[in-house]
């Protein structure tokens, strides 16, 4: 609290004292709730585990800055166009894996190349056999299943397609996680002009085949969340992780009735920062409730990715800013200001002990072999 508040509560005190008045004791629950919660300098001390990120080229700055700021990695692999190749980001996980095993993790994805040939789902499953035998904890599998790809007969491959079916089976057998990409932000079926945050009117102007609001012959937003969720309810045993908020970033109460409707599944926050904080500067408390009931259901993401022309000492300077301005919206009370939404937001000074499951925790649980997140 500043002092010049704290001499305005003194003040206050004063006057209801000498009319006779019972000093009001509302401040002591504030003050036993900023006790409960991190400040900024607890910030490098913590453990904490950034479980959506792209290191996509062997250089060592992004370890240098999770090694800076106390920071566990997962670096995704993704079938993405705009990324180098599958192959590639494969060599740099295992190069980076290989130099800082403790600190750095990393998932595998797979390729939708020859979907439909004879075999395609049988070579998939032993690549992904090969992959976590090398060390991948988790497979991706991107947007462009729904979005992009299509079958021999011109339709597009959706998530529920019988053809994956035996690929999400081997993944369960394997133990690990499905991170799934499906849809896109609600915004992303939204013209530029009502989109929320600056971030998504920024990716959407420049991605315009991936703007839904452009392509209405395209799946629905509602089509691609049910198609997700046929998915999951026959493939009950999957542990997945909906990255990006499950696409449901929108609206923590819809989140959590998927988390509610899902057990094996969890979330993570990539990417999807400025659309929470755009709910909680409209009601702080419910999006504050969302975090404390799911404390064990999210993940800290933030989707930071180091290319091959990200030079080493601006990726460095905004990974450490990127990190530090999320800790102070989630543990701390502070108020910062937040372009993407044109606005100054309150932080939501969570608990030390929901802070820990979501930094760091829950992480550990679902990716690490072994990691009870103790």
């Given at each position: 609290?500043?002092?010049?508040?704290?001499?305005?509560?003194?003040l206050?005190?004063?006057?209801?004292?000498?009319c006779g008045?019972?000093?009001?004791?509302?401040?002591?629950p504030?003050?036993?709730?900023?006790?409960a919660?991190?400040?900024m300098?607890?910030?490098a001390?913590?453990?904490?585990?950034?479980?959506h990120?792209?290191?996509?080229v062997?250089?060592r700055?992004?370890?240098?800055?999770?090694?800076a700021?106390?920071?566990?990695l997962?670096?995704?692999?993704?079938?993405?166009?705009?990324?180098?190749?599958?192959?590639r980001q494969?060599?740099?996980?295992?190069e980076l894996?290989?130099a800082?095993?403790?600190?750095?993790?990393?998932?595998?994805?797979?390729s939708m190349?020859?979907f439909?040939?004879?075999?395609w789902?049988?070579?998939?499953?032993a690549?992904?056999?090969?992959?976590?035998?090398?060390?991948?904890?988790?497979?991706k599998?991107w947007?462009?299943?729904?979005?992009?790809?299509k079958?021999?007969d011109?339709?597009?491959?959706m998530?529920?397609?019988p053809?994956?079916?035996?690929?999400?089976?081997r993944?369960?057998?394997?133990?690990?996680?499905?991170?799934?990409?499906q849809?896109?932000?609600?915004n992303?079926?939204?013209p530029?002009?009502?989109?929320?945050?600056s971030?998504d009117?920024?990716?959407?102007?420049n991605?315009?085949q991936?703007h839904?609001?452009?392509?209405?012959?395209?799946?629905s937003?509602?089509?691609?969340?049910?198609?997700?969720?046929?998915?999951?309810?026959?493939?009950?045993?999957?542990?997945?992780v909906?990255a990006?908020?499950?696409?449901l970033e929108?609206?923590?109460?819809?989140?959590?009735?998927?988390?509610d409707?899902?057990?094996?599944?969890t979330?993570?926050?990539a990417?999807?920062?400025?659309q929470?904080?755009?709910?909680?500067?409209?009601?702080?408390e419910?999006v504050r409730d969302?975090?404390?009931?799911?404390?064990?259901?999210?993940?800290y993401?933030?989707?930071?990715?180091?290319?091959?022309?990200?030079?080493?000492?601006?990726?460095?300077?905004?990974?450490?800013?990127?990190?530090?301005?999320?800790?102070?919206?989630?543990?701390?009370?502070?108020?910062?200001?937040?372009d993407?939404?044109?606005?100054?937001?309150?932080?939501?000074?969570?608990?030390?002990?929901?802070i820990?499951?979501?930094?760091?925790?829950?992480?550990?649980?679902?990716?690490v072999?072994?990691?009870n997140g103790?």
């Open positions: 609290m500043r002092l010049s508040s704290l001499l305005c509560v003194a206050s005190l004063a006057m209801l004292v000498a008045e019972p000093a009001a004791p509302a401040a002591a504030a003050a036993a709730a900023d006790e919660a991190y400040s300098a607890d910030f001390r913590v453990p904490k585990f950034d479980a990120v792209h290191a996509n062997v250089e700055a992004f370890l240098e800055q999770a090694r700021d106390g920071f566990e997962l670096s995704i692999n993704v079938d993405y166009p705009d990324f180098p190749t599958i192959a494969r060599a740099a996980a295992l894996a290989q800082e095993p403790l600190r750095f993790h990393w998932a595998t994805t797979l190349q020859d439909g040939a004879p075999g789902a049988a070579a998939v499953g690549d992904i056999g090969e992959a976590v035998e090398q060390g991948a904890v988790a497979v599998i947007k462009n299943v729904g979005m992009i790809e079958d021999a011109g339709a597009l491959i998530l529920d397609h053809a994956l079916a035996p690929v999400a089976e993944i369960r057998a394997l133990d690990v996680a499905l991170i799934g990409h849809g896109e932000p609600h992303c079926w939204l530029l002009e009502q989109m929320t945050t971030n009117r920024e990716y959407f102007r991605h315009p991936y839904m609001y452009l392509h209405p012959e395209q799946p937003y509602e089509d691609q969340m049910a198609v997700r969720d046929r998915f999951l309810a026959a493939h009950p045993g999957l542990r997945f909906g990006h908020m499950a696409s929108y609206d923590v109460d819809r989140l959590g009735a998927f988390l409707r899902f057990p094996h599944a979330v993570d926050l990417a999807r920062m400025s929470v904080q755009y709910q909680s500067v409209r009601d702080r419910r969302f975090f404390i009931r799911h404390q064990d259901r999210i993940l993401g933030t989707d930071l990715t180091q290319g091959p022309d990200s030079d080493p000492d601006e990726f460095r300077r905004t990974a450490h800013a990127v990190w530090t301005s999320d800790w102070r919206y989630l543990a701390t009370g502070e108020t910062q200001r937040v993407m939404i044109d606005a100054d937001v309150p932080g939501l000074s969570l608990p030390r002990a929901v820990d499951k979501i930094y760091y925790r829950n992480a550990r649980r679902v990716y072999r072994g990691g103790d």
